[in-house]
């Protein structure tokens, strides 16, 4: 499988994941909040918004216009942290976000 097959699988997976939350159709941040420094924009977004208005989006343009994707991803320690009060809830999130980071560090090790 292709890396950019590959990658919109996990994409996929975490967007339906998000949606079997009810948090994939939330409205999207003001533009003031992309302005952000911090990791994960995480004095401005919630996780799950950063992974649809953020996340998602940046990697599916890079795919869209066959852009360099980056070279690694270390969301899982963070969301783990995140979603520690009702971690089962959130368990297959946490799953796909672990499959991306995976995918990330198995590109690293080529």
């Known amino acids: 499988m292709s890396d950019y ?7 996929a ?8 939350l009810g948090l994939w159709d939330v409205p999207e941040p003001e533009a ?3 302005e952000s ?3 994960f924009f995480l004095d401005t977004m919630e996780l799950h918004e950063w992974l649809r ?3 998602i989006r940046k990697l599916r343009a890079l795919m869209a216009a066959s852009g ?7 969301i899982f ?6 979603y520690h009060e009702d971690r089962s809830r959130y368990l297959g999130l946490l799953r796909s976000i672990h499959r991306l980071d ?3 560090r198995k590109r690293e090790q080529r």
Do not use: D, G, N, Q
């Open 13 to 20: 997976e975490m967007e339906t994941e998000l949606a079997k």
């Open 32 to 34: 003031k909040a992309f």
């Open 102 to 104: 995976s995918f990330f």
């Open 77 to 82: 320690p963070y969301a783990y942290e995140f």
């Open 37 to 39: 420094a911090s990791p």
């Open 68 to 74: 360099k994707l980056p070279e690694k991803a270390e």
């Open 53 to 55: 208005y953020v996340l």
């Open 5 to 11: 097959k590959e990658l919109e699988a996990i994409l």
